[in-house]
């Protein structure tokens, strides 16, 4: 596709870290707005992240009258009983940072075993169109949580969680290696955040959607939450 045909989007995350990632999986296929400063934040109080994902790009797409493309992502901790789920976000509360989140999951987590530690990410990706057309796909990563933080890439809880598939396909040693000990390209090739992205840019490829609300299959991203109360 050439840079003259690719279709505008608006995208609707705030989140810097955000928006540099979904611009970069999605330069392909579309040219990316940011969201415009004026436009206020959406209340996400959906209970699932297809939810989430949806308030936000069709608020964005009724402000700007233009396409919006948004996500949401869940951290689904096994021990934790699926927590942080939907509230990944603010797991250590409204308005926390990176590191206090990551540092309440490595506390909630402290004595258990390797074994034990398994989790998943999941993204689901939206884009939502003026008309009402929609578009959602799902992206899953299945993984485990770090007994430390590891690495100094990404955002998020990057540096502590340890996807199950490297990728080459396999594991690098024993431990294996933190999204955020990876290379931008590698962490993507694996991410949840890729994978939904990835399966978002071949839907556009083959055209705009033509018919409202075509969801992802019900998974722990789009079944009510099982994390905690925030």
């Not at 209970?47 to 989430?52: K, S």
């Not at 936000?56 to 493309?69: D, E, F, N, R, S």
């Not at 308005?95 to 402290?110: C, I, K, V």
Request: some cysteine; aromatic content about 4%; proline content about 8%.
């Amino acid at each position: 596709m050439s840079p003259g045909s690719r279709p505008t989007f608006v995208c609707a995350s705030a989140n810097p870290d955000k928006v540099a990632e979904l611009r970069t999986l999605l330069a392909d296929v579309c040219h990316m707005l940011p969201r415009p400063a004026e436009v206020p934040d959406v209340v996400e109080d959906a209970d699932t992240l297809a939810g989430n994902a949806r308030l936000k790009a069709a608020a964005i797409a009724t402000a700007t009258g233009l396409p919006a493309v948004a996500d949401d992502t869940g951290l689904f901790v096994d021990a934790l009983d699926g927590a942080p789920g939907v509230i990944t976000a603010r797991f250590a509360g409204e308005g926390a940072s990176y590191a206090q989140n990551r540092a309440r999951l490595l506390a909630e987590l402290a004595g258990v075993p390797a074994e034990r530690r398994g989790a998943q990410f999941v993204t689901v990706a939206v884009v939502v169109w003026p008309d009402g057309r929609e578009v959602a796909v799902e992206g899953v990563c299945r993984g485990s949580i770090a007994t430390e933080e590891r690495g100094d890439r990404g955002f998020g809880y990057d540096s502590v969680f340890v996807p199950d598939v490297d990728d080459d396909g396999e594991r690098e040693g024993p431990v294996g290696r933190t999204f955020a000990e990876m290379s931008e390209a590698a962490k993507h090739a694996v991410s949840h955040r890729g994978r939904a992205i990835a399966a978002l840019a071949e839907r556009l490829a083959a055209g705009p959607a033509t018919s409202p609300a075509t969801s992802p299959a019900t998974s722990p991203a789009t079944s009510p939450a099982t994390s905690r109360p925030s």
